[in-house]
């Protein structure tokens, strides 16, 4: 079992920046990749940007404004939100995977105002 607990989330206008951390339950040297996705309203949950062994990944809305990144001292996976847009409101989850299984936390609210 994972726990898995996102914090960072909050209003912010356009072309500002946000941190958001999701710190787990366990050490994350053990997942297999560390991912967050967002959900805006009335939209399907969409993947922002992935990180594991291989590297990193982002969604083409985000690239070269979002950096994701991990720590395995503190066991936390971070995304670093520049230059936000509203249309990078939404929820933002955190998920990571373990042993074929996918682990979500509950969930931060973003909401960039134009």
């Known amino acids: 079992q994972v726990q898995l607990v996102e914090s960072g989330g909050g209003l912010v206008q356009a072309g500002g920046s946000l941190r958001l951390s999701c710190a787990a339950s366990r050490s994350i040297v053990s997942f297999r990749t560390m991912a967050w996705h967002r959900q805006a309203p009335g939209k399907q949950r969409e993947l922002v940007a992935i990180?594991?062994?291989?590297?990193?990944g982002y969604a083409d809305s985000v690239k070269g404004r979002f950096t994701i990144s991990s720590d395995n001292r503190e066991n936390t996976v971070n995304l670093q939100m520049n230059t936000l847009k509203p249309e990078d409101t939404g929820v933002y989850y955190c998920?990571?995977?373990?042993?074929?299984?996918?682990?979500w936390g509950q969930g931060t609210q973003v909401t960039v105002s134009s």
């Open positions: 998920r990571v995977l373990l042993a074929g299984k996918a682990y």
């Open positions: 990180i594991s062994d291989g590297g990193t």
